[in-house]
């Protein structure tokens, strides 16, 4: 029989707990694929006494991370901490350093540092693996860096948070109040350490930067991704969508286009007929357009135990393998920069839901800014009876659909409205996805 590879894992949380539960129930099967055995020999976690519901007798135990990339028994370290820097940088930066493969489902870390890791992968000639990073256990990362190599991909984009699907799903689906379905997605284990990460956006945008690169060719511009996230989404504008004939979801959209480079996570009204509409609870979606292939559909579970550690041995089944190929779209070196596209050109239709006052000349001081903005309208409704939280009864939701037109005249609108009298709150702006 080959020789084991031997792996140590930082981390035994949801996705370190499920890597142990899998690497033991599909021992065999995976043992037949990778060629030979893979075996966990060391373990570090932050309390050696929880119980996870696995064994961890077999394994060595280090309380600290770091000294698990110098072990003489260790081949390969899969880090399943999390955070885009402290113990989790030192532990890559330091396997990489003693020439051994990297495995992680860390995001953010990737996002901020993944090309200072590629190049140390590079120069090592060892792996940097990270298919759980990304819609965790979707193979895109696979998809695109291997299975898509011969297009030139045009956009990418995308349902890239479980979270947040998870809760604008079930805010739909149920109506629940926000904070008792996020509380329920953290119980699930979809969510981040910290869950605000996951609602304002951000683990979307650490994708969304990964994927970009990846389909691009470019380096890694987490910075220059516009985010925002789903704070602002109330059950009305749920209704309203659907009235419209729509859903809300978190989409993470990246275009390539004369050397300059889109990337945004914003909520959007997806069409009820495009197939990220559909995509609901937990799971996550990816579609990427290239000039050979078309349209590419990825779409399965994008958190929690057992997809995120499907995606991490898959890793360490490469790794045992021998499969060391660059960590992004090409040699390090050849990764190109592009310069961010200038987003107020960009053209398109955005729902837009004012809580004003129910004031004679309301209606007339907004419909105003949206002319002297050169706004054109599609359509507009007015509710009566908005939610308490937006003050006094006599507050109504104006819900405008726009034509098609440059992004900066809504922007202008909304900056011509900014401290009205007669606003109630902050309006609330989405894009329509027309892709
Ligand atoms: N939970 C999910 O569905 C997914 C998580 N991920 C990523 O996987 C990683 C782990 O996530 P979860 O398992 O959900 O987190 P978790 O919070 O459940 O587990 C984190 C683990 O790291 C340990 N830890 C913390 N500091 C440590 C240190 N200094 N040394 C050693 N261990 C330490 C904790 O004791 C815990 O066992 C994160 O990067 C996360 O973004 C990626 C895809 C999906
Ligand atoms: N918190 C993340 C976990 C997977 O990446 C999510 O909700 O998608
Ligand atoms: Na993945």
Known sequence: MSEALRVALAGLGTVGAGVIKLLDEN???????????????AVSARDRSRDRGVDL???????????????ADVDVV??????????ALNLARDTLKAGKSFVTANKAMIAHHGLELAEMAEKAKVALKYEAAVAGGIPVIKGLREGAAANAITSVYGILNG?????????????????????????????EADPTFDIDGIDAAHKLAILASLSFGTALDFDSVATSGIRQVI????AEARALGFKVR?????????????????????PRKHPLAHVAGSLNAIVAQGNFVGRLFFEGAGAGEGPTASAVVADLIDVARGEYGPAFAMPFA????SDPVNVGERRGRAYLRFAVHDRPGVLAEITAAMRDANVSIESMIQRGGAAPSEGSDDVVHLIMVTHEGPERCVADAL???????????????????DL
Not at 78 to 87: N, R
Not at 250 to 258: F, H
Not at 422 to 433: F, W
């Open 78 to 87: 899969a880090e399943l901490i999390g955070g885009s820097d402290g113990p």
């Open 235 to 238: 059950a009305a504008d749920i």
């Open 163 to 191: 979270t947040c699907n998870y809760i604008l799903t079930e805010m739909e689906s149920a109506g629940g109040d926000f904070s008792d379905v996020l509380a329920e997605a953290q119980a699930l284990g979809y969510a």
């Open 57 to 71: 007798s077999p394994f060595a135990w280090e309380d600290d991370s770091a000294a698990l990339a110098a072990r």
């Open 334 to 337: 050849r990764l190109t920069t």
């Open 27 to 41: 021992r065999e099967l995976i043992e037949r694929r990778a060629g030979r055995p893979i075996e966990i020999t």
């Open 415 to 433: 900056e011509r409205l900014r401290g009205s009298q007669s606003l109630a709150g902050e309006p609330m702006l989405m894009h329509i996805l």
């Open 250 to 270: 978190l989409v993470g959209m990246a275009e390539a286009n004369g050397g300059k480079l889109f990337q945004r996570v914003h909520c959007c009204l997806v």
